[in-house]
């Protein structure tokens, strides 16, 4: 199970959030890329980097400090934050990410992610981030009605084989993830679709609430191809190096299709 240290961008500096609140910041660097060499020095062979300005004004902001993150470390980046169209996507793209995350624009545009898809293939994701059961968007200001597990059959129908789905009530709290709504998404994406085709995603990263190594071994039990931590690493709760070690020994509970990466 791949562990993804978190970066997340606001005035570009490296801050996390307690359950999405921009009232409720700490700021752990002021330069992300510092961020980024910590983890990499760490052992990390992914980040995930999202923007949160981005997310809130709809496009990326925040470029020039992902720019700096891809120069100061050689492993993958995951980004995600105002990828509103394929267009932005590129931007992201040519700044170096290698993973672009599709979020409040993939709760309703099949089109978009279908073209990104169709242009990017497995270096696009989704990310599904749900209150109670229910999507959020726009920074997770705008709550809509659209339940998770829905929208991720569907955009996984379009071919999308990664999603990162954030429990928003449980994410910077470290009070552990929701691995019953987890376990339910990760079995719903096993087997036939309505359209009948089959299913063959095995990229679901769960996000939100891990605070101790016994939440990577929760989420690893519901069948999660990847987990990612972010404020249990900043606030000194779990050492990174201890958790990539873990999540080295830690398999999904299902078999990772072939020819779909975690």
């Known amino acids: ?156 129908a379009l071919g999308v084989r990664h999603l990162v789905v954030t429990d928003i009530r449980r994410d910077g709290t470290g009070q552990g993830p929701n691995v019953a709504a987890l376990g339910e998404m990760v079995a719903a994406l096993v087997g036939p679709l309505s359209n009948g085709a089959e299913t063959t995603s095995a990229g679901v990263i769960a996000s939100g609430g891990v605070g101790s190594l016994s939440h990577l071994e929760a989420v690893a039990a519901t069948g999660a191809a990847g987990v990612i931590v972010g404020t249990a690493i900043y606030d000194g709760r779990v050492d990174l190096a201890e958790a990539l070690a873990l999540g080295g020994t830690l398999s999904p509970d299902r078999d990772v299709p072939s020819g779909v990466s975690p």
């Open 1 to 156: 199970m791949i562990v993804y240290p978190a970066i997340d961008i606001r005035d570009g500096r490296c801050v996390r959030l307690v359950e999405g609140d921009f009232g409720r910041e700490t700021v752990f660097f002021d330069d992300p890329a510092a961020a980024a060499r910590r983890w990499h020095a760490a052992g990390a062979t992914w980040l995930h980097v999202v923007d949160l300005d981005a997310a809130r004004s709809g496009a990326p902001v925040n470029v020039d400090a992902v720019r700096r993150i891809r120069a100061a470390v050689p492993i993958p980046i995951q980004y995600g934050g105002g990828l509103r169209t394929l267009a932005d996507v590129e931007t992201m793209i040519a700044a170096g990410i290698d993973r672009a995350v599709l979020g409040s624009a993939a709760v309703h545009d099949d089109d978009l992610v279908a073209a990104a898809v169709a242009r990017y293939g497995d270096r696009v994701a989704v990310g599904l981030d749900a209150r109670d059961g229910l999507l959020a968007a726009g920074g997770w200001l705008a709550q809509t009605r659209v339940p998770a597990l829905d929208r991720a059959l569907g955009v996984v």
